[in-house]
């Protein structure tokens, strides 16, 4: 059945050259696949991690949380980009964002096998630059806040 492009998320417009990322990559069959959308003016994802996600047990291993934060913030930081520059995510030329910095805090532990809900807000558009706050959200609580600073390839790195 074909999908309605309201049904697709930031993830789904990547170009193939960057779909193979372990977070976000719609190519990648051994990742996340994270699918982050537009809720208003922040941008919502949502995984369950795996039981083998585990840091002690019955709590989420902070590394897959830290990608959870990166990949929708890096996606939200795509979205936000195209948006600055008025125009829809299958328009050309694509942006190819990067993770130039990652900050993570650990609040309080992550139940493990609840579904996670990954929530974002832009800070700031600045040339090839994006800084988008995020935050997880289990059981009502938020246990994890964290900032991606997403930066556009240099024009010399792409390779399309
Ligand atoms: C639809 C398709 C979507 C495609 C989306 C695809 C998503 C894939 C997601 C993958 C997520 C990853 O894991 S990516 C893999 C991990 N990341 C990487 O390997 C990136 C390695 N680093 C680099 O390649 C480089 O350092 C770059 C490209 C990030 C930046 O280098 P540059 O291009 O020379 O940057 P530069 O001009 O100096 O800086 C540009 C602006 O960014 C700021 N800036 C640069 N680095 C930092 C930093 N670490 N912390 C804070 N701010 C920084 C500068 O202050 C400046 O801000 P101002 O002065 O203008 O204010």
Redesign the pocket.
């Known amino acids: 059945m074909q999908r309605r492009m309201s049904d697709l998320a930031f993830q789904d417009?990547?170009?193939d050259d960057?779909s193979h990322?372990y977070?976000?990559g719609r190519l990648n069959e051994h990742g996340i696949q994270l699918k982050s959308r537009w809720d208003g003016e922040e941008s919502v994802a949502y995984y369950t991690p795996k039981p083998y996600h585990t840091a002690v047990p019955g709590y989420v291993y902070g590394g897959m949380l830290a990608s959870l934060i990166?990949?929708h913030g890096?996606?939200t930081a795509?979205a936000a980009g195209y948006r600055a520059e008025g125009r829809t995510?299958d328009s050309q030329p694509?942006?190819?964002?990067?993770?130039?910095?990652l900050n993570v805090n650990y609040l309080r532990p992550t139940p493990l096998g609840d579904p996670l809900e990954v929530r974002g807000r832009v800070k700031e558009v600045?040339?090839?630059?994006v800084v988008v706050e995020a935050w997880i959200i289990a059981g009502g609580e938020v246990c994890v806040r964290g900032e991606v600073?997403a930066?556009q390839?240099?024009e010399a790195?792409r390779q399309s």
Not at 95 to 101: D, E, G, S
Not at 126 to 129: A, F, I, M
């Open positions: 417009y990547y170009p960057v990322c977070g976000c990166d990949c890096t996606g795509a995510m694509p942006l190819r964002y990067v993770t130039a910095a600045k040339g090839r630059k600073v930066v390839l240099p790195m």
